[in-house]
């Protein structure tokens, strides 16, 4: 029976993949205004404004590919159950071959329907579901892009002051985690940067940051960028028995 290994990944695991932190100096949250491109009320405000800013997020990720610690964690998988819950919309964690990924904050390349957020779609895949008058760019919508019903859809993104709905299967792997890791997070957005709160007593707990913050004394960091923190990480986990 294989250990469970949970990792909690922030936007620091995607930052050698070229794609920008949001708290880090430049960082996302620097160059835009978050109330206004990532809230709900912002989306209320100005749709056009919110379609924009994730259309160009949308076209600088899939020039971005997985790096060196979006693959090792995939390698751990040959020993343990690996289950990652990330905090990132990208698919860089899905494009590097991780079987389990939960997304808490939503996923940038789909878009879902306004009246029925059941029905989600994936942008700029075979089949295209999304249309809008005037753009044949598969990866942009607009407030006038409509599915297969008609519908006016919008980013499939959890934005600031709205629920984060996989949070409790998220606190439900954190709770039975055999290994708990948390790589490249600031730790400063909740309900994310609490599932360290439900590890049980006595699990393993590792942090990856070269800038880390705050945590208890029985996190073992390693304050290292991801793709070097990782590597030592896959060391430590490694089994004695494994080549
Ligand atoms: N490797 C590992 N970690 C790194 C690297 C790197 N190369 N570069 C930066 N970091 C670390 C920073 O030290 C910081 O702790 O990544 C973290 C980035 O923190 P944030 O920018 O706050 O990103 P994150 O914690 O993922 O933000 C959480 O906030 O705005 C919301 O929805 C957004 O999901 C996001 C959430």
């Not at 912002?42 to 924009?52: D, E, I, M, S, Y």
């Not at 029925?116 to 044949?136: K, M, N, S």
């Amino acid at each position: 029976m294989k250990k469970r290994l949970v990792i909690s990944t922030g936007a620091g695991i995607s930052a050698e993949s070229g794609i920008s932190t949001f708290r880090d100096a430049g960082g996302l949250w620097e160059n835009y205004p978050v109330m206004d491109v990532c809230s709900a009320d912002g989306f209320a405000r100005n749709p056009a404004l919110v379609h924009k800013f994730y259309n160009e997020r949308r076209k600088s990720l899939v020039d971005c590919q997985p790096n060196a610690a979006h693959k090792a964690l995939v390698e751990l998988e040959k020993w343990y159950d690996v289950y990652v819950i990330t905090q990132n919309v990208d698919d860089l964690h899905e494009r590097a071959g991780s079987g389990n990924v939960l997304h808490l904050h939503g996923e940038l390349m789909k878009v879902r329907s306004l009246r029925h957020p059941e029905r989600t779609y994936t942008l700029g895949g075979e089949e295209v579901a999304i249309t809008t008058p005037g753009i044949d760019d598969p990866l942009v919508t607009t407030p006038e892009s409509r599915d297969p019903y008609g519908d006016p859809v919008r980013p499939h993104i959890v934005f600031f002051q709205e629920a984060v709905p996989n949070i409790e299967p998220a606190i439900d792997l954190a709770a039975k985690a055999d290994i708990f890791v948390v790589i490249g997070t600031s730790l400063v957005v909740y309900p994310a940067a609490g599932l360290l709160h439900y590890v049980r007593p006595g699990v393993p707990v590792y942090y990856i940051d070269p800038n880390p913050a705050a945590v208890p004394d029985y996190v073992t960091v390693i304050p290292e960028k991801a793709t070097a923190g990782v590597q030592k990480l896959v060391e430590l986990l490694r089994p004695k028995s494994a080549v």
